[in-house]
């Protein structure tokens, strides 16, 4: 009967070892509970802690801290700030898409992109929300589309044929005003959808609609997202939209549109050296090319440039010392840096215009 206890006991002390992170919360928050009822309440109670090697040891309570792992995916700094930089550039070009659709102007600008819980989402964004949730496939993971509630009765009352001006935004969202909102949504995911050059086609699918934050079933409690705030100004609304994107569902595009970029930089370095390894033709040798070398923009208003004269001074910017422009044949090649050499001034060469 012993024996069969001493094993009973190593069979749960194997399954509390390899069971998932939330379990080993959940245990570890039960002992310091049992823990606390048998110090009368106290909270700095005795734990029983089962080392890795089989042996147990008795320690206070307050030393047990819960620890996350894994939440975060597996993607390099680089690539997260790669994939930031070229969702802000589509988030741009959906403002032009949507003004055309819209016919009227609409500005959309990605603030700022960060990884969060649901949790820490549903704290930071309270109900009530219009929330829109999509399937992107062929990934297979779903996000959430965010819309503030004034800008979606804004741009509800425009497809309706109104000015989009001084929408009442304390009234709720009705049934038709949902479906015109949600026309306008497809149009934006279909539109963000293929800016991604993604190996194959990106589609996204309305999936549903939830209103609180905190009964958002779209993952587990372990899985993290993808924040994107964007600004959005039609007429008088100036609102935000936030977009939610699963890091582990984003995790192939990321890292594909890290590989395009580095193909991308090989061929460009490739038809670079193609260029320079080009044979020179001697019938060029003796051409002659104008070069000059000037600021441009230089701001002088027409008062003072009615007035100037011989020996008047136009006072410049230290630093645009080395924002000297070198044309060739009236057309800007390089920025050059002001200097001298052999007592005469000239300009040194620090950067190739690619236009």
């Not at 890091?247 to 038809?271: K, N, Q």
């Not at 630093?319 to 050059?336: A, C, D, F, H, S």
């Amino acid at each position: 009967m012993a024996k069969e206890n001493f094993q009973e006991a190593d069979i749960r002390l194997f399954r509390d070892r390899t069971s998932p992170l939330t379990a080993t919360r959940v245990f570890a928050a039960e002992a310091a509970a049992s823990a606390s009822k048998a110090e009368g309440g106290s909270p700095e109670g005795v734990v029983e802690l089962h080392r890795h090697g089989g042996q147990r040891q008795e320690v206070p309570s307050g030393k047990i801290h819960s620890f996350v792992s894994g939440k975060h995916g597996a993607l390099s700094s680089t690539e997260v700030h790669r994939f930031k930089s070229q969702n802000a550039a589509v988030v741009r070009s959906l403002a032009a898409r949507l003004a055309l659709f819209l016919r009227m102007d609409l500005t959309l600008e990605q603030t700022s992109l960060e990884v969060v819980d649901l949790n820490k989402y549903s704290k930071q964004f309270e109900a009530p929300r219009h929330m829109i949730l999509f399937k992107l496939h062929p990934l297979e993971s779903i996000g959430v589309l965010d819309v503030a509630k004034p800008l979606a009765l804004t741009i509800a009352d425009r497809m309706l044929g109104g000015k989009a001006f001084a929408v009442n935004p304390e009234r709720p969202i009705r049934e038709v005003e949902t479906a015109l909102i949600d026309q306008i949504t497809q149009i934006l995911l279909r539109e963000w959808c293929r800016a991604w050059k993604f190996e194959e086609t990106l589609r996204a699918t309305l999936i549903g609609h939830e209103t609180n934050p905190q009964f958002l079933q779209i993952g587990g409690g372990e899985e993290t997202y993808y924040h994107i705030s964007i600004d959005a100004s039609i007429g008088d609304c100036m609102e935000q939209i936030q977009m939610l994107l699963p890091v582990r569902g984003m995790a192939p595009i990321v890292r594909h549109l890290a590989l395009v970029t580095s193909i991308s930089a090989e061929d460009e370095s490739e038809e670079h050296e193609q260029f320079i390894h080009q044979p020179w033709n001697p019938a060029f040798a003796k051409v002659d090319v104008h070069v000059g070398a000037r600021w441009p923009d230089i701001p002088v208003v027409a008062r003072d440039m009615v007035a100037l004269k011989v020996g008047d001074i136009i006072p410049l910017n230290p630093e645009r010392l080395g924002q000297v422009e070198i044309t060739l044949e009236g057309k800007p090649k390089y920025i050059g840096r002001l200097g001298s050499l052999d007592q005469r001034c000239a300009v040194q060469i620090v950067q190739t215009l690619n236009h």
